[in-house]
C-alpha cells in the first residue's frame, strides 16, 4: 500500500473512531434523543447526495430494505445503545458485525467455513460475551442494542451482495433517502424535547451533526470504497482495527471510559477473532467491511 494511502485509511479509521465518542457525547452527555439525532444526520446526508440518488438501483425493494437496514436500524440502535454503554465497550461489541457476516453468509448466500474463519468466529463471540456480561450474569442492555446494531448492518452488507454494483455516493444517496424516514416518523412518535435538547446543546450540537453527516458519512465512506476499489478487501480489513482501538483509547482521554481486566482481555480476544475471519486464503470469499458510526 503506498504511503499516501495508507495515511489516507488512518486519517479514515481515526475519523471513525472520534464519530464513536462524539455521538456518545451527543446522546449520553448532551441528551439529544437518539432517533432524532439519527435522522439529522441522514437528512444531511440525503440533502448532499440527492444529485446521485438516480437511476434507482434494481431491484428497488432490496435497496430499500438494505438502506432501512444499514441506515435505520444500524445507527439508530448504536445511538440508542451509546446512551448507557461506553464508546470503548460499543467499539468492541460491534466488531461482532464481522462473524455475524461470515455466519449469514452461510445461511443465505450458501458460503463455507473454514476452520481458521470458525476459530475466529468463537474467538471474536468469546470475546464480545465477556464484554457484555457483566460479573454475576447481569447483562448490559446498551450493549444488547449495540449487538443489534452489528446485526442490522450484518444483514445489510449480505443483502447487498445479492445486488450488482451500486456506486458509493448513490449508496449513500438511498441509504440517507430510505433512513431519514422511518427514523422521522419513530423519532416524533417517541421521543420528545428533540428541539429543547438541540438549542440546550447550542453550537456544538450543530457542528457535531455536521461532522458526522458530510465529513463521516459522505467523506470517510466514500474514501473507504475508493481504497477498495484499489486494495484487496484481505490487506485493508486488517487495517481497519485501528478503528475500535482509536475509539478505546478516544473513550478513555475523552469520556473517562474505564478499562479493568475484563474489558482488556474481551478486546484482545474479539480484536483477535476479527483479525482472523478477516484474513483470508487464497481464493476464499472476502468478508464485507462493517459500517462505522
Known amino acids: 500500500m503506498r ?51 438516480l437511476p434507482v438501483p434494481r431491484p428497488v425493494w432490496r435497496i430499500v430494505l438494505v438502506g432501512v437496514l444499514m441506515g435505520a436500524g444500524n445507527f439508530a440502535l448504536l445511538f440508542i445503545g451509546l446512551q448507557t454503554a461506553s464508546p470503548s465497550m460499543a467499539a468492541v461489541v460491534i466488531q461482532a458485525g464481522v462473524p455475524i457476516t461470515t455466519l449469514l453468509s452461510v445461511v443465505i448466500l450458501g458460503e463455507r467455513i473454514h476452520w481458521r474463519r470458525g476459530a475466529g468466529i468463537a474467538l471474536t463471540l468469546a470475546g464480545v460475551l465477556l464484554v457484555v456480561w457483566r460479573p454475576g450474569l447481569v447483562i448490559s442492555h446498551g450493549l444488547l442494542f449495540v449487538l443489534g446494531a452489528a446485526f442490522a448492518g450484518s444483514l445489510g452488507a449480505i443483502m447487498m451482495k445479492q445486488m450488482g454494483a451500486v456506486a458509493p455516493l448513490r449508496f449513500q444517496a438511498w441509504v440517507g433517502l430510505t433512513a431519514v424516514v422511518p427514523l422521522g416518523i419513530a ?3 417517541f421521543e420528545d424535547r428533540q428541539w429543547q435538547a438541540s438549542i440546550a446543546a447550542g453550537w ?3 457542528a457535531a451533526i455536521l461532522f458526522s453527516a458530510l465529513v463521516v458519512s459522505v467523506c470517510a465512506h466514500t474514501a473507504y470504497y475508493w481504497l477498495i476499489a484499489r486494495y484487496e478487501a484481505n490487506l485493508l480489513a486488517p487495517l481497519t482495527l485501528m478503528t475500535p482501538l482509536s475509539t478505546i483509547a478516544l473513550g478513555v482521554a475523552i469520556t473517562g471510559d474505564r478499562l479493568d481486566a475484563r474489558m482488556i482481555l474481551g478486546s484482545v480476544l474479539a480484536l483477535a477473532g476479527v483479525l482472523v475471519v478477516a484474513m483470508r486464503r487464497s481464493g476464499a470469499p472476502i468478508v464485507e467491511a462493517q459500517e462505522h458510526a
Do not use: E, M, Q
Not at 439525532?37 to 437528512?43: E, M, N, T, W, Y
Open 3 to 53: 504511503l499516501r494511502d495508507f495515511a489516507l485509511l488512518v486519517a479514515i479509521c481515526l475519523t471513525w473512531g472520534f464519530s464513536n465518542v462524539l455521538s456518545k457525547v451527543v446522546v449520553g452527555t448532551w441528551h439529544v434523543p437518539p432517533l432524532y439525532f439519527a435522522a439529522l444526520r441522514f437528512a444531511i446526508v440525503f440533502a448532499v447526495t440527492i444529485p446521485w440518488l
Open 204 to 206: 456544538p450540537f450543530l
Open 187 to 189: 423519532s416524533a412518535v
